[in-house]
């Protein structure tokens, strides 16, 4: 073999492996909503996970009859209605990973952006006030992110923040 084909042969080689690694790094996913569970659970549908419950990272909104809390259903249906609006189904979004994949009940754990706007719903969530910041030893990416964001929205007394807070 002569020295420029040996020389293509090796940067396609090089290439190829480049592709792998790139493909099986790939720390996001492409899909649409199916369904809104509630203000921080959705269900998606993507083509590596065909329909599949997705659990918003680094969010808590309040449930409904949630008794270890008390919060008031008023304000989980609030924070429901909004993620509704938002991710009405086929809507376009973007799923983006941190370091665990994956809660004990086998949703996955992302943070989503829609895709038109590109807003992220976890901030959204939070700096309306609809959530509060949920600590996560594995997925803390955005973690000091998401305190200010609900830090301006006790400061300025939006959603759940507006008697207060609770939490």
Known sequence: MDLNTTLIV???VAGGMYLLYWFFTQNYDRGVVVQVLDGDTIIVKTKRYKKKKVRLIGVDSPERANHIFDFDEAYARHAERY??????????????????????WGRLLAYL????????????????????????????RLKNKFLKLQQEAKRERRGIWSRGGRF
């Open 10 to 12: 090796l940067g396609t």
């Open 83 to 104: 993620v509704r609006r938002k991710l009405k189904p086929g809507t376009k979004i973007y799923l983006d990973y941190d370091k665990k994949k994956f809660d004990q």
């Open 113 to 140: 952006y829609i895709q038109k706007s590109g807003h992220s719903m976890n901030e959204l969530l939070l700096r309306k006030g609809y959530a509060v910041y949920q600590a996560d030893k594995y997925n803390k």
